[in-house]
């Protein structure tokens, strides 16, 4: 778009570049630097409009943009040409991810480039390697306490073995996904280190006081996020003797993106990632990113103009690169870190759907669907060029994030039945198996998270250690159904390291000090790789979970209905314990699959002519494509087995 002002500006800012950028031959990079450099304009300006530097600071950020595009390799260019012509490309049903910590998945970096054949046998063709960054030896929040943004621990492995680990995946055509955590930085960092020796400029990166008064007006609407480890929203640091905001963890320094210097400098870190090889990066904590008095904190439009301003920055620099907006915040809110009032998202390409995540868990507790319904039918859509990425485990805690007003509508009453979940999943409840732990229990609002591995919470280590076969055979059905119903929901779906082969709770962090107080690493497994071997024995736990999801990864791969178009509708039944919804194939009439879910521990039936004008169904034959067989049906019924899914065809069409 042409617009006087800030096509002046541009001209300003082309003609005020260092030398050394100026004689570059910048083809490709001015010629989108122009298509956004309204937009950027727009969001830089009524963000920081009113600071006197707000020129100067505009020529800082498109040199930034600038000299990254100049380090960004060749290839890396090609690709983004490449994925510029295609650019729903992200949306195929070709996309299964994993998540790990490359040090307990297989030591470091090298460990983990060494089992990639592990990876591409269960079909993974998508990995998020999370927290690589330089970070203290002590807590690190799991490595989300960054003391460099831009050097890889030494535990870990080096700056060379992420780039050959970028190469090695790339020409096996895997996508990498790197963190940069956006909202804070550890107390360690350089920043830091020169804000507590006085450092204006760098006391202007964080929000620093010299006494409590401001904080004390921020606190009183901000709330908790580890009310237990870590109470408050602010800490007093001995050696500036002042109060600095710290969110997450006293030792974690929140950066204060009303400071331009911020932001570019945030900008520069994840182009520099960009340039190392990363396809997709992961933005941590985007919901806090702006912090207003009188508010949550959270959420607030300014975060919004924020991540548009970097994504478009980033689709000058680097377009093929995505973002993951990790805000595991209120369902109306998750959906808005697509981008609002838009088509093609204009903040992060993908969001973790944290709702469906613990709809599905709230489905296994309650074994009826009610709640999942209801509450799929609330949320709006997401923009066509955008995708949820499902998943069942995270390392992260399982949140309770449901709206109140879905939770009444299906006849509960919200605090009530939060406490029975939390209940539930920690073994409290006289009919659960499940070995999980209340996180982040908050004694002034009686809220809590719970944390456990997938195995363990579906009570798998139950069964192990009682020695049930039965209880054995429905843990592990409903493992796979968990599963099921990530793969073919709509979006990537993203399997958590370990899950594929049973992994049970670790209890061995309870021996290390940095880790004792934080019940999330009994979820951090350092993989067994014996166990793992176990899932090539016919029969064994690992086996059964290991191929269920291989069959059914190579099933999603090959059925272009589960590509995410906006092509899902839910079904209404009237058996409260199925979820059932149908996928369509935009590209071809009538290829559809109708996804049916038992979360009962009983047999249920679903009748095919509820399905109204979807009674196609009800002629021919109708066959499983993840079993291949043939569902039992008893005249107008179907019979779905306990703990059971289907993903159905009528190969009579």
Same mark, same amino acid.
């Given at each position: 778009m042409y617009e006087q002002v800030s096509h002046s500006l541009l001209n300003q800012i082309l003609d005020e570049l260092k030398p050394d950028i100026r004689k570059r031959d910048l083809r490709h990079f001015y010629t989108r630097l122009?298509?956004?450099?309204y937009a950027i304009y727009s969001l830089f300006h009524n963000l920081y409009g009113k600071r006197d530097d707000f020129v100067a600071q505009m020529v800082r950020l498109v040199e930034v943009m600038a000299t990254q595009y100049i380090n960004r390799a060749n290839e890396l260019k090609k690709i983004d040409i490449e994925r510029e012509q295609h650019h729903d490309w992200f949306l195929s049903q070709e996309w299964v991810g994993m998540a790990l910590y490359a040090d307990g998945f297989n030591g470091n970096i090298e460990g983990l480039r060494d089992r990639i054949g592990y990876l591409q046998e269960l079909g993974i063709n998508m990995l998020h390697v999370m927290p690589i960054l330089e970070c203290p030896r002590g807590a690190s929040d799991g490595g989300y306490a960054v003391s460099d943004f831009r050097n890889v621990d030494d535990r870990i492995g080096t700056l060379d073995d992420v780039r050959q680990l970028g190469a090695d995946m790339r020409r096996r055509n895997m996508l990498l996904t790197l963190d940069v955590v956006v909202n804070h930085t550890s107390d360690e960092h350089a920043w830091a280190q020169q804000a507590r020796q006085g450092s204006r400029k760098y006391q202007d990166y964080y929000y620093i006081f010299d006494d409590r008064y401001v904080p004390d007006m921020f606190e009183a609407?901000?709330?908790?996020?580890f009310p237990e480890t870590s109470p408050g929203n602010f800490t007093y640091d001995d050696e500036m003797q002042k109060w600095v905001m710290t969110v997450f963890n006293s030792y974690q320094w929140d950066l204060n993106y009303s400071n331009p210097a911020v932001f570019i400098e945030m900008l520069d870190i994840i182009l520099f990632w960009?340039?190392?090889?990363?396809?997709?990066?992961r933005l941590d904590a985007v919901a806090f990113l702006w912090k207003k008095i009188g508010t949550t904190c959270q959420n607030e439009r300014e975060a919004h103009l924020i991540?548009?301003?970097?994504?478009?920055?980033?689709?000058?620099?680097?377009?093929?690169?995505?973002?993951?907006?990790?805000?595991?915040v209120a369902p109306v809110e998750i959906i808005k870190y697509f981008g609002e009032d838009a088509v093609i998202a204009k903040e992060c390409?993908?969001?973790?759907?944290a709702t469906y995540m613990a709809?599905?868990?709230?489905?296994v507790a309650t074994k009826n669907t009610k709640l999942l319904n209801q509450s799929i039918q609330s949320l709006p859509d997401k923009l066509d060029r955008a995708t949820w990425l499902n998943y069942v485990r995270c390392h992260d805690d399982i949140g309770l994030g449901f709206d109140d007003a879905d939770i009444v509508r299906c006849g509960y009453e919200p605090q009530a039945h939060r406490r029975f979940l939390v209940d539930y999943f920690t073994g409290v409840y006289d009919d659960s198996h499940a070995r999980g732990q209340p996180f982040g229990r908050n004694e002034k609002t009686g809220d809590a /998270? =719970?944390?456990?591995?997938l195995a363990s919470l579906a009570g798998l280590e139950y069964a192990l250690e009682s020695g049930d076969e039965t209880a054995i055979d429905e843990s592990i059905d409903a493992i796979l159904l968990l599963h099921g119903m990530i793969m073919s929901f709509g979006g990537i779906p993203l399997l958590y390291y370990g899950d594929e082969i049973g992994t049970l709770n670790d209890s061995t962090f309870q021996f290390d000090e940095t880790k004792a107080n934080d019940n999330r690493w009994m979820h951090r497994p350092g993989i067994d790789w014996s166990k793992a071997e176990q899932r090539r024995r016919h029969g064994t736990v690992?086996? /059964? =979970?290991f191929d269920g999801l291989k069959r059914m990864i190579a099933v999603r791969k090959s059925t272009p209905a589960f590509a995410d178009y906006n092509n899902r509708a839910l079904i209404d039944t009237d058996n409260t314990h199925l979820f059932v919804f149908i996928r369509n194939n935009p590209s071809v009439p009538n290829d559809r699959v109708l996804v049916v879910a038992n979360f009962d521990g009983s047999p249920q039936s679903l009748t095919i002519s509820d399905l109204g004008n979807r009674g196609y169904f009800e002629y021919g034959q109708l066959r499983d494509l993840y079993s291949g067989e043939a569902p039992r049906q008893y005249k107008d019924q179907l019979v779905v087995p306990p703990y059971r899914f289907y993903w159905l065809t009528d190969s009579g069409l």
């Open positions: 122009g298509a956004n450099f609407t901000m709330p908790e996020t960009a340039n190392q090889g990363a396809d997709i990066v991540l548009q301003l970097m994504k478009d920055c980033s689709q000058v620099t680097a377009p093929g690169v995505l973002f993951i907006a990790e805000a595991i390409e993908i969001a973790y759907n709809l599905l868990w709230e489905a /998270r =719970i944390s456990g591995s690992e086996q /059964r =979970i």
